[in-house]
């Protein structure tokens, strides 16, 4: 038989896995990093209730009847009516666009401008020492008063939350990117690109940023989760977004007052604040086992 004929009776491998063999590689993932699994789950589902929230709610969360103020969580209110008679549960799921939107944004606009300063500051040596003791005086005051204090200086939005808990959150992410950059541009192949006169933005480019995407994907889930966190703060105190626009910070604030007598007004949005930023942070656990060579398991 001809090496023509073995050829064409050879059987062709299916382009797409079969269900049960991809069920098994999904399964399989989930036991070697459960972490991944259950925190991308989680945050997919708090995700939805987000963009599908004026499906899922029950009333519009800004509708006033003080009639119904105070009500016990019910058939009708499933967690119940604040003090000017709005329902909970559809506050609460509006409450959760606010916390993605400022926790993602925050995350992404920190990233791409720590990353940046990092890089520059890290391989450009003359940068270096002015740049980090501008970050190094950011970070010596805490996140929230830094936060709190430009707030102070401008009106309460979502727009200016984001702008000030990414400043505070800025430096981390840069001191993390110069730590990384400092110890790759000492490898043979970047010296070796120096010496070949390779210009600094294709070396910074080329061989500097692909390994600075991992650790700041790891830290860029952990900024999300503590911006969300000193989001719902500020709106706690009433330096964050304004009473109008539903968030779980001032709808623990509003709840508050009446803590001992109707703690479902704090404790719903309480709950899904501390579920989403677990679930943020299991996430980002699970990536950083996966992606730290130090730590991954083969699956």
Not at 121 to 143: A, N, Q, W, Y
Not at 192 to 221: D, E, S
Not at 242 to 255: D, F, K, L, V, Y
Request: charged content about 15%; glycine content about 8%.
């Amino acid at each position: 038989m001809s090496s023509t004929t073995l050829h064409a009776a050879a059987p062709e491998l299916p382009d797409v896995l079969p269900p049960r063999k991809a069920r098994g590689r999904v399964a399989m993932f989930a036991y070697r990093h459960p972490s991944i699994f259950v925190g991308g789950l989680l945050v997919a589902l708090i995700l939805a209730s987000a963009v599908f929230a004026p499906w899922l709610g029950t009333v519009d969360p800004t509708a006033l009847a003080p009639a119904k103020r105070l009500r016990l969580p019910s058939e009708t209110y499933w967690f119940g009516t604040d003090m000017l008679g709005r329902d909970i549960y559809s506050r609460v799921l509006y409450g959760t666009r606010v916390s993605l939107q400022v926790g993602i944004s925050v995350a992404f606009f920190a990233s791409i401008i720590g990353m940046f300063i990092g890089l520059t500051s890290g391989f450009v040596r003359i940068l270096d020492t002015v740049v980090m003791r501008v970050m190094d005086g950011l970070m010596s005051i805490p996140g929230i008063l830094l936060a709190i204090a430009l707030m102070a200086l401008t009106r309460g939005s979502v727009g200016n939350v984001i702008i000030a808990i990414t400043i505070t959150e800025v430096p981390r992410v840069s001191r993390l990117v110069r730590g990384v950059v400092l110890s790759l541009r000492e490898q043979p192949y970047v010296e070796a690109a120096v010496a070949a006169g390779t210009r600094v933005p294709k070396i910074i480019w080329k061989h500097i940023l692909p390994n600075t995407l991992a650790p700041i994907t790891v830290q860029a889930t952990f900024i999300c989760a503590s911006a969300m966190i000193t989001e719902a703060t500020l709106s706690f105190i009433g330096a964050g977004t304004p009473p109008t626009i539903p968030s779980w910070g001032n709808i623990m604030a509003e709840g508050r007052a009446l803590w001992q007598v109707k703690p479902f007004i704090v404790f719903f949005p309480a709950v899904f604040l501390s579920v989403t930023v677990l679930s943020v942070n299991l996430l980002g656990d699970g990536l950083r086992d996966a992606l730290d060579p130090r730590m991954a398991k083969k699956i």
